[in-house]
T-cell receptor, first 113, second 112 residues
Framework: NAGVTQTPKFQVLKTGQSMTLQCAQD?????MSWYRQDPGMGLRLIHY???????DQGEVPNGYNVSRSTTEDFPLRLLSAAPSQTSVYFC????????????FGSGTQLSVL | SQQGEEDPQALSIQEGENATMNCSYK?????LQWYRQNSGRGLVHLIL?????REKHSGRLRVTLDTSKKSSSLLITASRAADTASYFC????????????FGEGTQLTVNP
């Protein structure tokens, strides 16, 4: 049982490049989400999904896209990277929609030059 | 906007001492959760307390919730060097939709 797996662990991009951060969970969780963590800002919710085919925006969605074609996978796409997207990104999942504890991946450290 | 705010931002204590961290929030909640993050790692869930509960225990952890003051505290008793980490509170707001809102965290350092 791997839990929540994120890849890559580290990534350096140039401004304007695109990339996809991968997230997979093997716990059959309905709810999956992406957070970014910046110094002094805590964790801020980017996008979330309550099941396959259903996604919604969080607090800071601009510049990011998501899709949920399967229960297991929830990739985060940066369409045109900007230096302001330099951050640590965490994927998290839980069994159900509301109020459940979150299981976090180990994070992706992204630097945009 | 941050729903939960932790206090203090940083705390340094000696092994064996107790550590208390506080969290204040702004709106009515369904539950409040505490998470721990070791340096360079993801967050790990510690404890969840529901809005109709006042206190919960888990091992050396004790969490209290005062909904009238919109605040919670996390007490770690008999701290160990291995407790060194950042601690975050997260709130599930009644009107918050499908999301947990995290505070900025308290950095706890336990000196051997």
């Amino acid at each position: 049982n791997a839990g929540v797996t994120q890849t890559p662990k580290f990534q350096v991009l140039k401004t304007g490049q695109s990339m996809t951060l991968q997230c997979a969970q093997d716990m059959n969780h309905e709810y999956m989400s992406w957070y970014r963590q910046d110094p002094g800002m805590g964790l801020r919710l980017i996008h979330y999904s309550v099941g396959a085919g259903i996604t919604d925006q969080g607090e800071v969605p601009n510049g990011y896209n998501v899709s949920r074609s399967t229960t297991e996978d929830f990739p985060l796409r940066l369409l045109s990277a900007a230096p302001s997207q330099t951050s640590v990104y965490f994927c998290a999942s839980s069994y159900h929609l509301r109020g459940e504890k979150l299981f976090f991946g180990s994070g992706t450290q992204l630097s945009v030059l | 906007s941050q729903q939960g705010e932790e206090d203090p931002q940083a705390l340094s204590i000696q092994e064996g001492e107790n550590a208390t961290m506080n969290c204040s929030y702004k709106t009515s909640i369904n539950n409040l959760q505490w998470y721990r993050q070791n340096s360079g790692r993801g967050l790990v869930h510690l404890i969840l307390i529901r809005s109709n509960e006042r206190e919960k225990h888990s091992g050396r952890l004790r969490v209290t919730l005062d909904t009238s003051k919109k605040s919670s505290s996390l007490l770690i008793t008999a701290s160990r060097a291995a407790d060194t980490a950042s601690y975050f509170c997260a709130t599930d707001a009644e009107l918050g939709g499908s999301r947990l809102t995290f505070g900025e965290g308290t950095q706890l350092t336990v000196n051997p």
